[in-house]
């Protein structure tokens, strides 16, 4: 013989349920939002350095634009200045490098020395 259980739950957890389940996607969606806000960010910083030393390893001046979906990157190489910037949805980012710092290099190199 087999019985059958009949569970029975309140109406008012099952609503409770659903406000809680709203809550956890709505805060998931902000999370995920957010980081891919970053992401972008991020991306376009890599993408603004990636120019600047482009730029930097060429021998005449230079001027460079793009639009990349919404972002502005302009990098500009004068005769002992190379200045980078990146504008995008009301913030941006701006580097300005000497174009020949030999001493940075030798720097950069000595992290790879063994003592």
Do not use: C
């Amino acid at each position: 013989m087999t019985k059958h259980f009949k569970k029975t739950v309140s109406a008012s957890y099952t609503v409770e349920a659903t406000y809680i389940m709203a809550m956890v996607l709505l805060s998931l969606s902000v999370l995920i939002r957010s980081g891919y806000k970053m992401y972008q960010e991020e991306t376009g910083i890599m993408r603004l350095h990636h120019m600047v030393e482009q730029v930097r390893g060429r021998e005449e001046d230079d001027h460079r634009n793009t639009d990349i979906g919404g972002w502005s990157v302009e990098v500009k190489r004068t005769e002992n200045q190379i200045e980078g910037r990146l504008t995008a949805r009301g913030w941006h980012k701006q580097i300005e490098e000497k174009t020949h710092e030999p001493e940075n290099m030798m720097r950069m190199s000595t992290i790879f020395q063994i003592e």
